[in-house]
């Protein structure tokens, strides 16, 4: 079965600073692995993706993350954080075949101090 | 740039009625999804639908739920008789076809069941 695990429920970050947020999965093959945003009242919004190729995926709004297979993980990046990137960030994870059901994580809350 | 739309955006009910939620997907999507995120909780994958029928469902999509597509457009999530832990906010997912690639969520549905 998948899983996966974002051990950090809330995040305080000052604007300017960098960020990463840690995603851990669980999976028996290679993976599709997802970041989703979902500000207050809103859907999810997909910052990047990862499916195969290049293990460094660029997103939009500066975001990036790193897939190591090694460490079962999926970190995500920012070099400086910007008030607007305060959200709820949720790493997916879903199998390669069409149709298949995303498994989510609990979810990291990004507080941005001014 | 298109997007899955969803109606209503907050609806309240009674337990044991039936609620009808509606989704109009991307329009040259071919999968289309259903979760659901309980308050605090992480999103859940509730049922997949691909050529007029379910693909996969999870634990959580029992009897006393269905999914429909009614016309060439809409795609609803029944709930026969509702209880108060359906209380949640239903996001309505579609996908041109590969997994994952081009999934987009809408903005979802928060059900109050009283």
């Known amino acids: 079965a998948q899983s996966v695990t974002q051990p950090d429920i809330h995040i305080t970050v000052s604007e300017g600073a960098s960020l990463e947020l840690r995603c851990n999965y669980s999976?028996?093959?290679?993976?599709?692995l997802f970041w989703y945003v979902q500000s207050p009242g809103q859907g999810l919004q997909l910052l990047l993706k990862y499916f195969s190729g290049d293990t460094l995926v660029q997103g939009i709004k500066g975001f990036e993350a790193e897939f190591k297979r090694s460490q079962s993980s999926f970190n995500l990046r920012k070099p400086s954080v910007h008030w607007s990137d305060a959200a709820e960030y949720f790493c997916a994870v879903g199998a390669q075949t069409s149709g298949s059901r995303l498994t989510f994580g609990e979810g990291t809350q990004l507080t941005v101090n001014p | 740039e298109p997007e899955v739309t969803q109606t209503p955006s907050h609806q309240v009910t009674q337990m044991g009625q039936e609620v009808i939620l509606r989704c109009v997907p991307i329009?040259?999507?071919?999968?289309f999804y259903w979760y659901r995120q309980i308050l605090g909780q992480k999103v859940e994958f509730l049922v997949s639908f691909y050529n007029n029928e379910i693909s996969e469902k999870s634990e959580i999509f029992d009897d006393q739920f269905s999914v429909e597509r009614p016309d060439g457009s809409n795609f609803t999530l029944k709930i026969r008789s509702t209880k108060l832990e359906d209380s949640a906010m239903y996001f309505c997912a579609s996908s041109v076809g590969t997994s994952g690639v081009n999934r987009f969520f809408g903005p979802g549905t928060r059900l109050t069941v009283l």
């Open positions: 999976y028996g093959a290679t993976p599709y």
């Open positions: 329009s040259n999507h071919l999968y």
